[in-house]
């Protein structure tokens, strides 16, 4: 394992940040924190790179008991979603910053900045600087100047956080390929499911200071421990008292024992499937996604009378009353 969370609190006065949290971080995967806002993501990312104490507990990286150690003596490299970079130094000058003040030969530094700037695909604007760049390609720069002094660890904080959603897209692709290549132990935080979902080896759900449960993104989505997990990755639906995915639903239309009755307030059609909504005799509504043919295929219309059962095989998880998730 490349990094050992161990029973960590984290209080900020009488506010419980981090509540008891132990973690393993294995080597040379790429790790996501995900959670809501203000969950103890960044909190915890902070305290692996030693830019925030834990009250109690401990942290190892690669073997090395870390707790106590500065930022600066853990072997990380850092990129956070607002980049600061040297704003009169070109982008050459910035990436190799780091070399630089750690007195490596100027060929060596020369080598390993065209290197690096290959790498995340800004070999022709090392002479620009860094406000002559978008966005995207100054995140791209901030990784390239935290892989220079060759970290054991990369600690990327919602890294692509402040761009549009097609460059986060764009960089969450070349993130996953950058990874691919250096295989660098790298932890990102990210609110974003399907951030998560699409770029990381193994994701740490996070929530309330406390980890909800960690796994493959195909462990979480198929086996979620709990509703929150359930819910956060993926959309649900409640049907008599359990959460399930509005995919799993079967719409019948004539009775069916033990089914839910409701009526059809809402067919929507949007790309390939259609989203529908029945308001069951107790009042909830219930979401239903069908595919065009199935919902072609039952002849259904707003105001039908319909009976819904779960999909057999479908995953089911007992909803909390209190996670606050829309039935
Ligand atoms: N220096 C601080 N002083 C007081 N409270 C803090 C401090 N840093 C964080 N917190 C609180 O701790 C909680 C966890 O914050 P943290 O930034 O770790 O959450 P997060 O999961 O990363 O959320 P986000 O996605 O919004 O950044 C929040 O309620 C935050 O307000």
Redesign the pocket.
């Known amino acids: 394992m490349s990094i050992e969370v161990r029973n960590v609190d984290k209080r ?2 009488d ?1 419980v ?1 981090l509540d008891d949290v132990s973690v393993s971080i294995p080597t040379g995967q790429l790790t996501a924190l995900l ?10 990312l902070r305290i692996i790179a030693g830019l925030e104490n834990a009250d109690d507990g401990t942290i190892e990286i690669e073997g090395v008991e870390a707790t106590h150690l500065p930022p600066q003596k853990r072997n990380v490299g850092f990129v956070f979603q607002h980049y600061a970079a040297f704003k009169h130094m070109n982008v050459a000058k910035n990436v190799a910053f780091g070399l630089e003040i750690r007195k490596r030969p100027k060929a060596d530094v020369e080598r390993r900045v065209d290197e690096l700037l290959r790498l995340v695909h800004l070999q022709q604007f090392a002479h620009r600087l860094p406000a002559q760049l978008s966005g995207g390609q100054r995140q791209r720069m901030a990784l390239a100047r935290a892989l220079a002094v060759e970290p054991t660890v990369l600690l990327l904080d ?1 890294p692509f956080g402040a761009l549009d959603a097609k460059v986060r897209k764009e960089l969450r692709d070349w993130l996953r390929r950058l990874h691919d290549e250096v295989h660098v132990t790298t932890v990102f ?1 990210t ?1 974003d499911q399907e951030e998560a979902l699409e770029v990381a080896d193994e994701i740490v759900v ?1 929530n309330d200071g406390r980890i909800e449960q960690v796994g493959t993104p195909d462990q979480l989505y198929d086996e979620p421990a709990n509703d929150f997990v359930m819910s956060f990755l993926g959309d649900v639906t409640r049907l008599n008292g359990v959460m399930i995915r509005p995919h799993d639903v079967d719409v019948n239309s004539t009775p069916v024992d033990g089914a839910v009755v409701g009526t059809v307030t809402r067919l929507l059609r949007v790309g390939f499937e259609v989203r529908v909504t029945v308001t069951a005799e107790d009042g909830h509504d219930v979401a239903v996604v069908l595919s065009r043919a199935e919902a072609r295929g039952s002849g259904l219309a707003e105001g039908a009378t319909v009976w819904l059962t779960p999909h057999r095989g479908a995953l089911t998880v007992d909803a909390r009353p209190a996670a606050g998730v829309s039935a």
Do not use: C, D, M, N
């Open positions: 900020f006065g506010f940040a959670g809501p806002s203000g969950g103890g993501k960044s909190t915890l919602e935080v609110h996070i």
